[in-house]
């Protein structure tokens, strides 16, 4: 077994602190990390909610790194009622920091490390209140996992087609090759997609290509790859394509079909 670090992040009132902060960290974290870590994660507000789905079922991923050499998995959901009382749930999230070697030895394939993590227990928020947290234990090597149809127990239906999974999978991998920063807009599945397009990917770049779905978009955190299913404005649209952002929107790719 292989030992990885753990950071647990959200909102929490503390006599010296309140609000959004590093909640918990094993040893290996230090305040470098903490301080990088803090510039990723989720605060309030920060999920998408499908229009089909609770508040409580909501959850993103996202894998960015940390420093050169290391990288955090991080998986957000919804807590408790914020404390503050301006409304809505606590957003938190407990994440995985792996180092480059560590990243190697799953070959980059990030969805893999987190079916594989939380199939332990990883990832997933339990006691949110532990200042001092352990390593977290997984396999030294990762290994072959059937493919996903929609989320990480396939417990809905997918939204889309194979077909359409495909084209989508196609057009993100071409632009990633190219070293585009990519967003796909609309109603999907992403892991199934993720796990694809990170199989066409050599394994350098997959550890390289930081991405996130389930939150929403902003400026704070800059992804390569970005999954959204809010409504974008025309100025939003405007403003992306400003920041040299190709965007695939899945209403275009159904149209070819």
Not at 146 to 158: G, H, I, M, V, Y
Request: net charge negative.
């Amino acid at each position: 077994m292989m030992s990885v670090d753990q950071i647990t992040y959200g909102s929490v009132d503390r006599m010296r602190m309140k609000g959004y902060q590093i909640i918990g960290k094993s040893a290996g974290i230090d305040q470098a990390m903490s301080s990088s870590f803090c510039k990723w994660a989720p605060s309030h507000s920060s999920l998408e909610v499908d229009q089909f789905e609770n508040n409580v079922d909501a959850w993103g991923l996202s894998y960015f790194p940390i420093n050169d050499q290391q990288f955090a998995l991080a998986r957000s959901v919804h807590g408790a009622p914020e404390y503050s009382g301006r409304g809505g749930l606590t957003v938190m999230t407990r994440a995985l920091v792996l180092n480059r070697q560590q990243m190697r030895q799953y070959e980059g394939q990030v969805v893999n490390l987190a079916r594989i993590a939380m199939s332990l227990g990883g990832l997933i928020l339990g006691d949110s209140a532990n200042e001092v947290l352990e390593p977290f234990e997984i396999p030294e090597n990762g290994f072959h996992l059937s493919e996903l149809a929609s989320d990480f127990t396939d417990s809905t239906e997918p939204v889309l087609e194979y077909g359409v999974q495909r084209a989508i999978v196609q057009q993100i991998q071409l632009l990633i090759q190219r070293g585009a920063r990519v967003m796909v807009i609309g109603r999907c599945d992403p892991l199934p997609i993720l796990s694809n397009v990170f199989s066409g990917l050599e394994t350098q770049r997959r550890i390289a290509t930081s991405f996130a779905c389930g939150l929403k978009p902003t400026n704070r955190r800059v992804f390569q790859l970005q999954f959204t299913q809010e409504t974008l404005s025309q100025r939003q649209h405007k403003e992306l394509q400003r920041s040299n952002l190709e965007i695939i929107q899945i209403e275009d790719v159904l149209q070819m079909f």
